[in-house]
C-alpha cells in the first residue's frame, strides 16, 4: 500500500476553482493507477477521476467531465485534481486512492481501492 495526504480543500462560490493535491509516499507510487473520489453528507462514496500510472490514460465520472482535470507528477509523487466551474453538488470530502494491485484498468467501484487519504473538504456556495 501507499500513504496519501490530500491538501487544497476549502469554500469557493459556485463557479470558482480549486487545485486538490495529493502527496504519496513511497518510492513505488510511479508503479499505481491513481484515483480520487468523493462522498457528500448522507451519501455513498462516488468515483470522480482516475489516472493511469504513466499519466497518459485518465477518465472521468459524467457528472465531472468537462469541469475537473485529473493529473499527476511522478517525480514529485503527487496527484492533482484541477476543479473549474465548481457546483453546489460538488460539496463532498474528497480523497485520494489507490486501487488494489490486482484491479484492472477503470474501475469506479469504491471498493477496489485499498489505499486512501484521510480527506479534504469542499465546500461550495451558491
Known amino acids: 500500500q501507499v500513504q496519501l495526504v490530500e491538501s487544497g480543500g476549502g469554500l469557493v462560490q459556485a463557479g470558482g476553482s480549486l487545485r486538490l493535491s495529493c502527496a504519496a509516499s513511497?518510492?513505488?507510487?510511479?508503479?499505481?493507477?491513481m484515483a480520487w473520489l468523493r462522498q457528500a453528507p448522507g451519501k455513498e462514496r462516488e468515483f470522480v477521476a482516475a489516472?493511469?500510472?504513466?499519466?497518459?490514460?485518465?477518465y472521468y465520472a459524467d457528472s465531472v467531465k468537462g469541469r475537473f482535470t485529473i493529473s499527476r507528477d511522478n517525480a514529485k509523487n503527487t496527484v492533482y485534481l484541477q476543479m473549474n466551474s465548481l457546483k453546489p453538488e460538488d460539496t463532498a470530502v474528497y480523497y485520494c486512492a489507490a486501487p488494489r494491485k490486482a484491479t484492472g484498468w477503470g474501475t469506479r467501484n469504491p471498493s477496489d481501492f485499498d489505499s486512501w487519504g484521510q480527506g479534504t473538504q469542499v465546500t461550495v456556495s451558491s
Open positions: 513511497g518510492r513505488t507510487f510511479s508503479s499505481y493507477d
Open positions: 489516472i493511469s500510472r504513466s499519466g497518459f490514460g485518465t
